[in-house]
């Protein structure tokens, strides 16, 4: 609240000047007083001149009883008249708007008022600039060690993993031969799997050089098509023919265990495929076992039976003439003897 001063109350229905120390109202009832005139010196004799011309136009005036200040009224200035025209008795003439009564409506002729410049408190200021820091104090000494904590909330799920292998993926859906775009086809075909794939996988990539390059060693290939997320649902073929068509490629098979009626049109479906290796070349040869010990003899074998005679031979006579030869020079030389 402002200063104030204490002034003596008259009333007045005309336009006269208040008379020195005074204030005169056009209405003794708080709530109806719309003109008020206040003399330039106040109950105690002091010169307020310069206090009463610092009202403006908007500003606040308040108005209470000496001996009672819950008593009062404020009011909006809407017009203010400094008036000089008698130096002797300056004052200033305010027509007013009520704000606020409080108290006995009426007021008496030679009750002493307080009147204010009053304006009500505003709103708080925004807050001062931060001060510089002060200069760091010494550490102090470590404080004990606090109780753990409480175990924090588990974190959202990580994303799913990639499949593993030499992979790709389609959206399966029914039907033989040529596969809609992004899709794969499986159906039984002279006790063959046959397995229809688009050029482009589940993600729309070009991947027909990936699947063009198992061709030369597709009789050694074994595939293994799973549904993405549910690896107990699956097949597993080997290669024994590709062909290819204009966007698709085509894959006869042999069924090793196979269970795609668990496949329904529209599942994620991965096609991982492992190659074989080649067979290896033969190995070298043995060496020789060693000699085994000699056996036992065996007991003398029985005598066979006796053979045949022969037939008679004969001599030819140039043999017999030789030896009668030889015969007589041997008697002859036992004669000499």
Excluded at 113 to 139: A, I, M, R
Excluded at 287 to 305: H, K, L, Q, R, V
Excluded at 325 to 334: A, C, N, Q, R, W
Aim: net charge negative.
């Amino acid at each position: 609240m402002a200063e104030n001063y204490k002034i003596r109350y008259r009333t007045s229905t005309d336009n006269s000047p208040p008379s020195i120390r005074s204030a005169y109202a056009d209405f003794t009832s708080f709530a109806d007083i719309t003109k008020i005139q206040l003399s330039w010196e106040d109950e105690d004799g002091l010169d307020v001149t310069g206090w009463l011309f610092s009202f403006a136009e908007e500003d606040n005036i308040k108005i209470a009883n000496v001996n009672n200040e819950a008593e009062y009224g404020v009011y909006k200035i809407i017009i203010l008249n400094n008036n000089t025209d008698d130096p002797t008795n300056p004052y200033i003439e305010v027509e007013v708007a009520p704000i606020e009564i409080n108290g006995v409506e009426y007021i008496s002729g030679q009750d002493n008022l307080l009147v204010s410049h009053y304006n009500p408190s505003g709103n708080d200021g925004s807050s001062g600039s931060s001060g510089t820091s002060g200069s760091s104090g010494s550490s102090g000494t470590s404080g004990s060690s606090g109780s753990s904590g409480n175990d924090g909330t588990s974190g959202v799920d990580g994303s799913n993993g990639v499949y593993g292998g030499d992979s790709q993926k389609w959206i399966y859906e029914d039907g033989a031969n040529e596969p809609s775009s992004n899709h794969i086809r499986i159906y039984e075909l002279s006790e063959k799997t046959v397995i229809c794939l688009s050029d482009t996988n589940y993600d729309g990539v070009y991947v027909e050089p990936w699947i063009h390059s198992f061709d030369a060693i597709f009789n050694q290939t074994r595939i293994r098509i799973f549904k993405e997320f549910n690896e107990n649902n699956f097949i597993i073929l080997e290669g024994s023919f590709s062909g290819n068509s204009q966007g698709w490629r085509e894959w006869n098979c042999t069924e090793i265990i196979d269970d795609h009626s668990d496949f329904s049109p529209g599942d994620s479906l991965v096609v991982s495929v492992s190659i074989g290796g080649e067979d290896g070349s033969g190995g070298t040869s043995g060496t020789s076992g060693t000699s085994g010990t000699s056996g036992i003899d065996g007991d003398p074998g029985i005598n066979g039976s006796s053979g045949t005679s022969g037939t008679s031979g004969f001599l030819p006579q140039t043999t017999i003439d030789n030896i009668i030869i030889h015969l007589e020079k041997i008697v002859e030389e036992l004669k000499n003897n």
